[in-house]
C-alpha cells in the first residue's frame, strides 16, 4: 500500500510540478472556489441558465468580471468597451487587443459620463433617433 501511494506521485511529477512554472497559479484550488461561490449560490435564481449555451453564456460573463476585479479594472466600463469595440474586430490581433490587460478604458469612461450626463430636452417634437457609432 506504502509503494503505491509513494509512485502515485512519482510517476506524474511533471505533471505535479507544472504549476510551478507559472507565478500565478497554484496547488490549491481554494481561490477559484471562492470566486465561484457566488455564481454557485445564485445559479438557481439564473433563469437563462437552463440550457448549455445559456449556462456557457453565465460562465463567460462571471469569468470577465472576475478577471477585471483580479486586475483592478472596473468590469462594467470594459464590459462596455468590449460591446462597442468588438464589432470592429477582424482578426484575431484585434481580439486579442480588447483583452483586459491591453484596453485603454478613459474614451469609454468619458463617454459613459457624457451618457450619464445626458438630459431630456421637454420641449423636443422630434423622436430621438439612435443612429450608432459615428465612423472615424
Known sequence: M???AINYPLK?????KKFMDYSFATSSNNEAER??????LGRKAFLFSNTVMGANSSAFYYSIVESCKNINIDPFLYITHIIMNAGTAKNDEDWDNLL???VDLSK???YLEKINAAVSNPERTEPYILRGK???
Open 2 to 4: 506504502m509503494k503505491k
Open 134 to 136: 459615428k465612423k472615424k
Open 108 to 110: 469609454t469612461k468619458i
Open 12 to 16: 506524474r511529477w511533471e505533471s505535479l
Open 100 to 102: 483586459p490587460t491591453k
Open 35 to 40: 470566486k465561484i461561490s457566488n455564481f454557485v
